[in-house]
């Protein structure tokens, strides 16, 4: 087709570039000057609590939504300017499958497929690809009201790559899963990197933020308020900690005088099992450690080195866990649902 010169961006390039996205709902300023970038290959994830900006930022990018204020661009296309070729460009799978229940697998990703210009043989062919791909070959005849959560989910991912977009955004793709369909999804999701793809996840799992993200952007109240890989946001909130629990509880007092001597830290003692937690901020340290408290005669039962949380980072970050704020979802959804990419 024709419009693969602009579907296949250089490596390097920016995906995702935005300055200062502005949307406001009457008195609600849903997105409140946002900035992202974002690079190509990658997997770039938007955390935050629901109402907090995340899909109406998604549905500017994906030119559902005209901003208000600021601008963006998609692999250096303006989504306001260009928006025919930007949705060349993106696929878009929402928090809930887009698909028609009284069809089966295979006849809906038929049906998109068409939609987006490909005959019906090659539209069969890549259903079956996909349905592979997402394992749901054995459910392919299946009707989707006899479908899993998890199962609609993956169809409505399936649907989402018919066109194979360079920039897939998901918006909450795992909300509600168990934990063995979200694993599997987590899977999908880095394969799709792995095969070329550049992903906007959005998302207020914090372990799904963890385990998938190369960068993250903190969204709270419509505003980026962090930015940076995990590992730059959890040493932005402190250093790792160091845990120990000792074998003989009359032993805690002088292990404590210890860890403080050698670490040169003030720690801190657990009334449950004998433990001390001290922060840490050189691992090198630790074997000076081991090496006074064996010379003390001070046996241990069992040490261990805590990293910060996204959960902490979080919390110091915006002042409120990641999953609150919840009634302002309603607010938000309403607002922007209904479209669809």
């Known amino acids: 087709m024709s419009q693969k ?42 955390l935050g609590p629901n109402g907090a900006g995340k899909t109406t930022t998604i549905r500017m990018l994906a030119t559902l939504l005209r901003p208000d204020a600021g601008s963006a661009s998609i692999f250096g296309h303006d989504v306001v300017k260009e928006p025919q070729i930007v949705r060349q460009l993106i696929g878009v799978t929402g928090q809930y499958a887009s698909v028609d229940e009284s069809l089966s697998a295979t006849e809906n990703l038929v049906i998109f497929s068409r939609l987006l210009g490909l005959g019906r043989a090659e539209a069969r062919r890549k259903a079956a690809e996909l349905l592979e791909e997402f394992g749901l070959t054995e459910a392919a ?6 479908f899993s959560g998890g199962m609609r989910r993956r169809l409505d991912l399936a649907a989402s790559l018919i066109a194979q977009p360079p920039l897939i955004f998901l918006d909450e793709p795992t909300t509600g899963l168990d934990p063995r369909t979200r694993n599997q999804m987590w899977d999908t999701i880095r394969r799709l990197v792995q095969s070329g793809s550049t992903v906007l996840l959005t998302t207020q799992y914090l ?48 292990a404590r005088r210890t860890i403080e001597q050698v670490l040169k830290v003030q720690s801190s003692i657990s009334a449950e099992a004998s433990k001390i937690t001290a922060p840490m901020g ?44 919840t009634h302002l979802a309603s607010s938000e959804s309403n607002k922007v649902g209904g479209a669809k990419a």
């Open 141 to 146: 005849k299946r009707p989707l009201k006899h």
């Open 5 to 46: 010169s602009i579907t296949a961006p250089h490596k390097g390039d920016l995906a995702i570039e935005a300055h200062g996205l502005v949307k406001v709902f009457g008195d609600n300023r849903a997105v409140d000057g946002v900035n992202l970038k974002v690079g190509t290959g990658t997997i770039y994830g938007v």
């Open 282 to 325: 050189n691992a090198d340290q630790v074997t000076d450690l081991l090496v006074a408290l064996r010379d003390a005669g001070i046996p241990l039962a069992e040490m261990s080195v805590q990293k910060p949380t996204l959960d902490e980072v979080f919390l110091t970050i915006t002042g409120h866990g990641a999953q609150e704020d």
């Open 207 to 254: 372990e799904e933020a963890d385990q998938l993200a190369d960068r993250i952007a903190v969204i709270d109240h419509g505003r980026v308020v962090a930015e940076g890989t995990v590992d730059e946001l959890k040493a932005s909130v402190g250093t790792s900690s160091l845990q120990l629990r000792v074998q003989h509880p009359q032993d805690i007092e002088m």
